[in-house]
C-alpha cells in the first residue's frame, strides 16, 4: 500500500461547506505523522463565505479555537501534474478527536453508516459538466469553442485538454467513461464511472481540483459555475445512485419482475425495471426534492438553470428514460439499475449532495413511500409541484425538514443555511445589467 511518505509532497484536501477545497500542502514525512496527529487550522475557514470573508455571527469565531483535519490514508491518490505529489482527503475532528459539526465528509461517513446498519452500500457515479474559457484579447475570457452537442471537431481540438484531464483521474484510480461537447459553446461534461460513494465524492472533489489547475496549465480556464451565461444551458452534477447490499453482490434496485414502460425499450432485452426497494428510495427522494434543492443547488445562480426547456428538472416527479423530470430511470437495468439524480449542479458540495440525496431515498426505504406513477411525457407540460425558484424559497424547505436536518446534523445545516442566506442577502443587494435596462426608461 503506497504511504504519505513516499511523496515529496502531500496535498491534505477538505472541503468547507460550500464545497471549496482547502486544505495544506505538507512534506510526505510530515503529511504521514499527520494521520496520527492531525493538521489544526481555525475551525471557523469550515463556513467561509464565496467572497471569501466571515459572516459577522459565525458559528466559530476567532476564539473558537482549532479543528483538526485527519488525513485518511484509504484516500491517497497521486496528483499526476506535479512531480512526486499526491492528494489525501482528510475528515475533520474536533482536537480531543469527535466529529467536527461542519465536516461535510464527515455527514456522509455518518448517512454512509446509517445505510450500512440497514444492509445496504451506496454506489456513485457522476456526470460533470463545466465550462471551458479562453483569453478574449481584450483581458476578458470567452467560451472555449462555439461547437455543440456531441460535435467531434470539438473533441479534436481539446484533444490534449481531453487526454491531460483523463491521464490525471486515472493516474488517481478513477475510470473515465468519456468525455464529450456538451450543448453549450466551450461546455464540456466528463463521466466517473461508478464506485463507493465516499470514493465518488472525493473523485469529484479531487476532479474539480485537476480540472483547473490542468487546464489553467494549458492557458484557459474552467468554470463549474452552474450557468454562466444568459440564454444558454447550465452545467450540472448529475448523480447515478445505486443501493447494493454490504457484499456488492446484488444490486437492491434490479428486479426481475417489474413491468415498468420504457419509450424506447430496455438493455439488456428481457430485462424488468426498478424493485419495490428502489421505488421507496425514489419516493424518499420526491418526498425531499424541496429540501433537497438547497443543497443540491446551493448557490443563488443555480435557480437560473432549474427552468424549462434547457434539460433541467422543474417539476417533482420521476420517469423511465425520461430528462424532463428530477428523476430518471436509465433503461440499463439488471445489476446497471440505478436512479439518476438530475437536481444536483456543478456547484454542490459531493458530500453533502450525497449524504442528503442517500439520507432521502433510506428515510423512503424505511417509511414504504410510494413514489407515485412515473411519467413519459414532458414533465415541463405536466401538472406536478415544482420546485423551489429561489435558494431562499429552497433553504425554507432544507430548514423544515427534520430527516435531512438529523441526517447531516443539526450545526451543520444552521450554519449552511446562515451562510447561503447571507449570500442571497449579498445578491439582492446588486443591481443587474438586466433590471436597469428593464426598469430605467419604463418608471
Known amino acids: 500500500m503506497t504511504t504519505l511518505s513516499e511523496y515529496d509532497d502531500v496535498r491534505v484536501v477538505w472541503t468547507d461547506l460550500n464545497g471549496v477545497a482547502r486544505g495544506i500542502t505538507l512534506p510526505g514525512e510530515q503529511a504521514a505523522n499527520a494521520c496520527e496527529e492531525g493538521v489544526g487550522f481555525a475551525n471557523g475557514v469550515a463556513e467561509l463565505t464565496l467572497e471569501p470573508g466571515l459572516l459577522d455571527d459565525p458559528r466559530y469565531g476567532a476564539e473558537g479555537g482549532d479543528m483538526l483535519a485527519v488525513p485518511d490514508t484509504d484516500s ?49 457515479g457522476v456526470e460533470s459538466e463545466f465550462s471551458v474559457l479562453s483569453p478574449d484579447g481584450d483581458g476578458g475570457w470567452e467560451p472555449y469553442n462555439d461547437r455543440c452537442s456531441y460535435d467531434l471537431g470539438a473533441v479534436d481540438t481539446a484533444s490534449e485538454l481531453i487526454a491531460d484531464w483523463t491521464d490525471a483521474m486515472e493516474a488517481a484510480g478513477h475510470d473515465v467513461l468519456g468525455t464529450h461537447q456538451e450543448s453549450q459553446p466551450g461546455q464540456y461534461e466528463v463521466n466517473l464511472a461508478y464506485d463507493d460513494a465516499l470514493t465518488t465524492a472525493d473523485g469529484i472533489c479531487f476532479f474539480r481540483h485537476m480540472l483547473k489547475s490542468v487546464t489553467r496549465r494549458h492557458g484557459h480556464k474552467a468554470s463549474l459555475m452552474p450557468r454562466p451565461y444568459t440564454g444558454e444551458d447550465a452545467n450540472g452534477l448529475h448523480f447515478h ?203
Not at 355 to 364: C, H, K, P, V
Not at 391 to 420: M, R, Y
Request: aromatic share 8%; hydrophobic share 40%; glycine share 8%.
Open 76 to 124: 491517497v491518490r497521486p496528483v499526476a501534474w506535479a512531480d512526486d505529489t499526491a492528494a489525501v482527503f482528510a475528515d475533520l475532528t474536533t482536537v480531543d478527536g469527535e466529529r467536527f459539526d461542519l465536516c461535510a465528509r464527515g455527514a456522509l461517513r455518518g448517512v454512509l453508516e446509517e445505510l450500512a446498519s440497514d444492509g445496504y452500500r451506496a454506489m456513485a
Open 241 to 443: 445512485l445505486s443501493l447494493w447490499n454490504l457484499e456488492e453482490s446484488e444490486n437492491v434496485f434490479r428486479s426481475d419482475d417489474d413491468d415498468i414502460t420504457f419509450p424506447a425499450g430496455k438493455h439488456p432485452a428481457g430485462e424488468s425495471g426498478l424493485s419495490e426497494t428502489g421505488r421507496h428510495f425514489v419516493g424518499g427522494l420526491l418526498d425531499h426534492m424541496k429540501a433537497l434543492t438547497a443543497i443540491c443547488a446551493p448557490t443563488v445562480n443555480s435557480y437560473k438553470r432549474l427552468l424549462p426547456g434547457i434539460w433541467a428538472p422543474v417539476n417533482i416527479v420521476w420517469g423511465p428514460d425520461n430528462r424532463s423530470t428530477v428523476l430518471r430511470l436509465p433503461p440499463e437495468l439488471g445489476s446497471a439499475t440505478r436512479i439518476e439524480h438530475r437536481v444536483p449542479d456543478s456547484a454542490c458540495n459531493p458530500y453533502l449532495g450525497l449524504a442528503a440525496s442517500l439520507a432521502a431515498g433510506l428515510d423512503g426505504i424505511r417509511n414504504e413511500t410510494d413514489p407515485g406513477d412515473p411519467t413519459i411525457e414532458n414533465a415541463y407540460e405536466e401538472s406536478y409541484e415544482r420546485l423551489p425558484r429561489t435558494l431562499w424559497a429552497a433553504l425554507d424547505h432544507l430548514e423544515d425538514d427534520e430527516v435531512l436536518t438529523e441526517a447531516l446534523g443539526p450545526a451543520l445545516v444552521e450554519s449552511f443555511v446562515t451562510l447561503k442566506r447571507d449570500e442571497f442577502d449579498r445578491s439582492m443587494d446588486q443591481v443587474s445589467a438586466w433590471e436597469r435596462g428593464e426598469y430605467v426608461d419604463e418608471f
